[in-house]
């Protein structure tokens, strides 16, 4: 005899538990790009070949448990949350995994050497993208919190507060990359045009980094929108 | 009549049987769902289920659940014109009985999620159609059950809204959600205590020679939900209290104050399942034994017989055992998205519908109720995620349960006419 019990199927698995899982793989994928521009810095290869092997694993992990997720939203379920919003908000943070697995790429297809005069830019804007994709995590890992008081009340506050440092830092960011930018520039004509090139493609991908941590702020706030 | 003097006995042995045969599918199906709840959210192991299945489902059948056995026995059909044919009835009620269990087994093994009371109630009309005319059934209190089939769902839903918000404002959306937890913990567990008793109470114990006035039954009411409430405190005061903790870190503790009192809920719903669903299996029963202990008397005036409500009990527990700990196990497992402070808000909301829809006399589905409830909370924003295609799956079966059984009744009606004459 099976089990009739319509209660049984009613409840599904929460669709923050995959998400959180997600943004936890995504988290570690950006968390090695430091030790990644340190080893660019100390001309380690074998270093660098071996952290951007990771950062590709973790993107994989990341990609899996995203497709999973994915097939598992079918239409005619009532979430807590628009189903639209989840499906974006994955999305986002696929796409800083993606980013940290470009940037990995790029780097071991190249060998690429870090100009003196930007290497401390440079790794202080690695260190605070990496400081606000794990504040972006601390936002998800929320999501349980949040559905406990039905997405209102302090915990929205809390999380609320949260977007606004992500959003303020990100702002802040945007700075770095300009001061960064600029001293790319001006040391400019004593590097192969080609690295040049890829510099700027490279500290663009980082900025992404930072845009797409915005922008799961902003898919939260739906969230808790009243 | 000489059928009945001539055969009375194996036909009062033959409803026991069927009786037991329907009430053990309920106990199989529809209980387990009931007390899978709180397995899921571990307050309670699958054996202390049996357990508390086996007390409250004979208390809540003892105590309230002579009404709606009333309304199967007598209240959905006329049987005035067939007096001088009592055998009829019998039949009728015998071939209501196989037919809904042969149902319920049919849609058990094909993962329908059919209601017991649906089934009996479309089988008792579907035999009242052919055996004594469409003019018996009484349509208007068909209509009135079917209807609560519509408005008990939604109204188990509505409470347990109401309740997941109280508990957000009092407990989880406050600065001090441990404390406020463990504070306001034994005024639900009150509320369990007084809202089941004071509607079982309330004009309700005839059968035991107890009839309290208003003013009483809320006295009563109030002391014994007292009592739980105080039962309740003994049970969580030892939760521990980290205050310091981060109001996030204490959520998890808020639902380690709610698990013990789930315990009680559980109750309540072996209970008002005792009060409802028994009686779709002993009403027939006790029409019968009625009709032949009286030697043919359709109309049924003696009362209901303390021991029918225990063979009924008895079979529901019988199925629990054998099938049902399995659904229980399965239910468990699968609901771990509802944790103990919405669980305990859902099997509230939907004990308390059941034990008033019993009061009234309406056959109702415990597991209907239930989703009903479990939406509820979801339409509050408290479950991530709810999958309505097992709506539904409900509604479906829902239609096609009433015809089915009907269907199914005719035929056994017809089938046992001709073997006894």
């Not at chain 1, 005899?1 to 899982?21: D, E, G, H, W, Y």
């Not at chain 1, 499906?87 to 780097?107: H, Y």
């Not at chain 1, 004593?190 to 797409?212: A, H, R, T």
Request: aromatic share 8%.
């Amino acid at each position: 005899m099976k089990t009739t019990s319509p209660f049984a199927n009613l409840l599904r698995q929460s669709p923050f538990k995959p998400v959180q899982q997600h943004m936890r793989v995504v988290s570690r994928c950006v968390e090695e790009i430091p030790a990644l521009f340190d080893a660019m810095i100390k001309k380690d290869q074998k270093q660098i070949d071996a952290l951007a092997a990771k950062i590709g694993e973790l993107e994989s992990e990341a990609d899996q448990i995203k497709n999973v997720f994915r097939l598992h939203m079918p239409k005619r379920v009532l979430f807590a949350v628009a189903r639209r919003d989840l499906l974006a908000l994955i999305q986002q943070q696929d796409i800083i995994a993606d980013t940290a697995e470009k940037i990995g790429q790029i780097v071991t297809q190249r060998d690429m050497e870090v100009p003196e005069s930007i290497e401390e830019h440079l790794l202080n804007l690695v260190q605070r993208t990496t400081d606000i994709c794990s504040q972006a995590a601390a936002m998800i890992e929320q999501l349980d919190e949040l559905l406990a008081v039905g997405f209102g009340g302090k915990q929205s506050d809390l999380v609320s507060e949260m977007i606004t440092k992500v959003k303020r830092d990100e702002h802040n960011i945007d700075f770095l990359i300009g001061d960064l930018n600029r001293a790319l520039f001006s040391i400019e004509d004593q590097l192969k045009p080609v690295s040049v090139m890829f510099w700027y493609k490279l500290i663009d991908l980082i900025g992404e980094i930072s845009n797409q941590a915005e922008n799961m702020g902003d898919r939260l706030m739906l969230f808790i929108a009243r | 009549m000489e059928i009945i003097a001539v055969y009375g006995t194996a036909m009062v042995v033959m409803a026991m049987i069927f009786g037991l045969f329907m009430t053990w599918g309920v106990g199989a199906n529809d209980l387990a769902n009931a007390m899978g709840t709180s397995v899921g959210a571990g307050a309670v192991t699958v054996k202390q289920a049996i357990g508390i299945a086996i007390i409250f489902e004979f208390l809540g059948a003892v105590l309230a659940g002579g009404h709606v056995t009333q309304t199967i026995r007598k209240g959905i059909i006329d049987p005035t014109p067939i007096i001088s044919h009592p055998e009829i009835l019998v039949f009728g009620m015998l071939a209501s009985l196989l037919a809904a269990a042969v149902w319920l087994m049919i849609a058990s093994a094909k993962g329908w999620p059919v209601s017991t009371t649906h089934s009996i109630v479309g089988a008792i009309v579907g035999f009242a159609i052919v055996g004594i005319g469409p003019e018996a059934v009484k349509w208007d209190k068909i209509i009135k059950v079917v209807f609560s089939w519509i408005i008990s769902p939604a109204v188990g839903g509505v409470i347990s809204f109401i309740l997941v918000m109280s508990t957000r404002k009092l407990i989880l959306d406050t600065d001090t959600p441990l404390k406020n937890a463990k504070k306001y913990a034994p005024f639900y567990v009150f509320l369990v205590g007084f809202i089941i008793s004071l509607v079982t109470m309330f004009k309700g114990l005839k059968q035991l020679n107890l009839d309290l006035s208003i003013g009483g039954s809320i006295f009563a009411a109030i002391c014994f939900g007292a009592l739980t409430g105080f039962i309740g405190w003994l049970f969580i005061r030892n939760v521990e209290a980290h205050e310091d903790d981060d109001r996030t870190f204490q959520f998890a503790s808020v639902e380690k104050v709610f698990t013990p009192m789930m315990l009680f809920t559980a109750c309540s719903m072996a209970f008002a399942h005792g009060s409802n669903d028994v009686a779709n299996g002993i009403g027939p029963l006790a029409a019968v034994v009625s009709i032949v202990g009286s030697g043919g008397e359709v109309l049924q005036k003696a009362p209901l017989p303390i021991w029918i409500l225990l063979i009924g009990g008895a079979g529901i527990i019988l199925g629990l055992i054998t099938l049902g700990y399995r659904v229980m196990l399965t239910v468990g497992k699968k609901i771990t998205e509802l944790t103990p402070s919405r669980g305990f808000c859902a099997e509230l909301a939907a004990a308390s519908t059941v034990v008033i829809a019993s009061r009234t006399g309406l056959p109702v589905s415990t597991t209907h109720i239930l989703v009903g409830a479990v939406l509820g909370v979801g339409l509050a924003r408290g479950l991530g995620a709810l999958d309505l295609r097992v709506v539904l799956n409900i509604i479906i079966s829902w239609v096609v349960t009433l015809p089915a059984g009907g269907i199914m009744a005719m035929f056994f009606y017809f089938t046992l006419k001709g073997l006894f004459s």
